[in-house]
């Protein structure tokens, strides 16, 4: 008997699911019904919706001991080469890390070469004082990274 109350249910669940996605198109995740080619053209994804980036993990650098004026300062244009290069297209994420590490934030750049994205940091007054560092790795993930930027302009009420 309890056999057969559970097969009842699963049953039930599994026909309820799928009148759901006939009735709502957005519930239906087959290929034929989701993918958008625009889309995949516009982010530059591949057939598997994936595109290569760069990474780069900012680090603590070496000359971290300037007066807190200076630090300001360097703090604002930091930040303002961070929207520059968002504006360009270049920087698709950028952020701090929690807590006091060494590991201090992350950019995730759309750029074909590691070099490319080197010569990018090189922009950075933090990189260019030495208060950071950057490690630079290939990175392949989904292309929708690249809709961040537009989608973070709806949600921020306040810029950097």
């Given at each position: 008997?309890?056999?057969?109350?559970?097969?009842?249910?699963?049953?039930?669940?599994?026909?309820?699911?799928?009148?759901?996605?006939?009735?709502?198109?957005?519930?239906?995740?087959?290929?034929?019904?989701?993918?958008?080619?625009?889309?995949?053209?516009k982010?530059?994804?591949?057939?598997y919706?994936?595109?290569?980036?760069?990474?780069?993990?900012?680090?603590?650098?070496?000359?971290?001991?300037?007066?807190?004026?200076?630090?300001?300062?360097?703090?604002?244009?930091?930040?303002?080469?961070?929207?520059?290069?968002?504006?360009?297209?270049?920087?698709?994420?950028?952020?701090?890390?929690?807590?006091?590490?060494?590991?201090?934030?992350?950019?995730?750049?759309?750029?074909e070469?590691?070099?490319?994205?080197?010569?990018?940091?090189?922009?950075?007054?933090?990189?260019?004082?030495?208060s950071?560092?950057?490690?630079?790795?290939?990175?392949?993930?989904?292309?929708?990274?690249?809709?961040?930027?537009?989608?973070?302009?709806?949600?921020?009420?306040?810029?950097?």
């Amino acid at each position: 008997m309890k056999k057969l109350i559970l097969f009842f249910l699963i049953s039930t669940l599994i026909i309820t699911s799928c009148e759901n996605s006939a009735k709502n198109p957005e519930l239906d995740t087959t290929p034929e019904k989701t993918f958008n080619k625009e889309l995949a053209e516009k982010y530059g994804a591949d057939e598997y919706g994936m595109k290569k980036y760069v990474i780069a993990f900012l680090k603590r650098g070496p000359n971290r001991n300037q007066d807190s004026i200076k630090k300001i300062e360097l703090q604002r244009a930091h930040l303002n080469n961070i929207t520059k290069l968002a504006e360009d297209g270049k920087l698709v994420l950028a952020g701090p890390f929690f807590g006091k590490d060494d590991l201090r934030g992350l950019y995730i750049f759309n750029v074909e070469s590691i070099e490319e994205a080197k010569k990018l940091t090189e922009t950075d007054p933090a990189i260019i004082e030495g208060s950071l560092e950057m490690e630079l790795k290939e990175w392949y993930g989904s292309a929708a990274v690249m809709a961040i930027n537009d989608i973070h302009k709806s949600i921020s009420k306040i810029e950097i």
